[in-house]
């Protein structure tokens, strides 16, 4: 079975620019959830997604969003660019991911953003 | 709220001895643990898990303890090796989504 690939890898954006970062999860896994991790803080959550509807989003501001597609895909989008940004995203995969039927999450390679 | 502590942040240890990393949770709905180990340019990979109804979880040199009263689990990492070297990361399941502590950085000096 493959893994959570990610698209791109790396991206060099300037700053007010707008970004979409694509996760293509494991086959037959319907939750995904997308993370930005940077130096000192760890994996931060953004959002999450199950059958293409957001089910939970954290503490980012609403230039980041995202989507589901009826195939489990997910997309990310950062609006208005900042220095800020620049973090390795990561998506995660999941079978399902709720109170009633906990499953593991596996993690793409990441998209590393540098914003200049 | 939504809170998950870990310490230490950074961790050295003789190649060989035992490793322990400590982490306390906010929200005791909580009742899915796991730890995500992540090498230098790597994604992290989940190492094991426990779930809220069991109170201990071993796997050859890696176990992990809950204490739900307490709001704390641990992980133990016995006869380290220098591939033991890495950033662990806790995690608990806060409102059917997962929070991330901020990782421990475990050395280990040979």
């Known amino acids: 079975k493959a893994g959570v690939t990610q698209t791109p890898r790396y991206l060099i954006k300037t700053r007010g620019q707008q970004v979409t970062l694509s996760c293509s999860p494991i086959?037959?896994?319907?939750?995904v959830s997308w993370y930005q991790q940077t130096p000192g803080q760890g994996l931060q959550f953004l959002f999450e997604?199950?059958?293409?509807?957001?089910?939970n989003k954290g503490n980012f501001p609403g230039r980041f969003s995202g989507r589901q597609f009826s195939n489990s895909r997910s997309e990310m989008n950062v609006s208005t660019l900042e220095l800020g940004d620049s973090a390795l995203y990561l998506c995660?995969?999941?079978?399902?991911?709720?109170?009633?039927?906990?499953?593991?999450?596996?993690f793409g390679p990441g998209t590393r953003l540098t914003v200049t | 709220g939504e809170n998950v502590e870990q310490h230490p942040s950074t961790l050295s240890v003789q190649e060989g001895d035992s490793a322990v990393i400590k982490c306390t949770y906010s929200?005791?709905?909580?009742?899915?643990f796991p730890w995500y180990k992540q090498e230098l340019g790597k994604r992290p990979q989940l190492i094991i898990d426990?779930?809220?109804?069991?109170g201990e979880k071993k796997d050859q040199r890696i176990a992990v303890t809950l204490n739900k009263t307490a709001k704390h689990f641990s992980l133990h990492i016995t006869e380290t090796q220098p591939e033991d070297s890495a950033v662990y990361f806790c995690?608990?399941?806060?409102?059917?989504?997962?929070?991330f502590g901020k990782g421990t950085r475990l050395h280990i000096l040979p």
């Open positions: 995660a995969s999941s079978l399902a991911l709720d109170s009633g039927a906990l499953y593991e999450q596996y």
């Open positions: 086959s037959g896994h319907r939750s």
């Open positions: 997604y199950f059958s293409e509807t957001q089910r």
């Open positions: 929200d005791s709905a909580s009742n899915y």
């Open positions: 426990i779930r809220s109804n069991v």
């Open positions: 995690a608990a399941t806060v409102d059917d989504k997962i929070i």
